[in-house]
């Protein structure tokens, strides 16, 4: 299952024109900026495992975070095949065979066997925005203290 997995980009210009003057920072304000950006790399993933349902508990086990130093970015992934459905939600859908007669549905305790299978609409439970939207306001004062001379 490698390479399965969604990804959303978040903009907010603040922090990028910061990031963007990175080079002409001394060393003290570069340290506290990667460490700021880390906290809240490591904020966003913890506020996205939280919100997170956990039916099975999969999607919540596969919300990935990393940093990258050299670049001072940082990145939450949910890798799981539905994971961008439960984030914004999917509209009905109705699904036949392609290669065979009938559909072969597991149900808990039984089979079934259909030519036609209706999935109603599901509605967005987002969990990586609302992360995010919680985590941007610290995200920027920090940098803002960071940066201060």
């Known amino acids: ?52 349902g956990s039916h099975t508990g999969y999607l919540k086990k596969n919300i990935r975070s990393n940093f990258s130093v050299k670049t001072v970015t940082g990145q939450v992934k949910a890798k799981s095949r539905y994971a961008h459905l439960i984030e914004f939600g999917a509209r009905a859908t109705i699904v036949r065979p392609r290669l065979k007669k009938s559909l ?17 609409a599901r509605p967005p439970r987002p969990f990586m925005r609302p992360a995010f939207e919680d985590e941007k306001p610290n995200l920027i004062s920090g940098l803002e203290k960071a940066v201060q001379p």
């Not at 978040?10 to 700021?36: C, T």
């Not at 072969?104 to 109603?120: L, R």
Request: charged content about 20%; glycine content about 8%; proline content about 4%.
């Open 104 to 120: 072969k549905i597991y149900s808990p305790g039984a089979i079934f066997f259909t030519k036609i299978a209706h999935i109603p």
């Open 1 to 52: 299952m490698a390479g399965i997995g969604f990804k959303v980009n978040f903009s907010a210009p603040e922090i990028q024109v910061a990031l963007d003057q990175i080079k002409s920072y001394d060393g003290k304000s570069r340290l506290q900026i990667e460490k700021v950006v880390s906290d809240s790399v490591k904020a966003i993933r913890a506020g996205a495992v939280s919100r997170v």
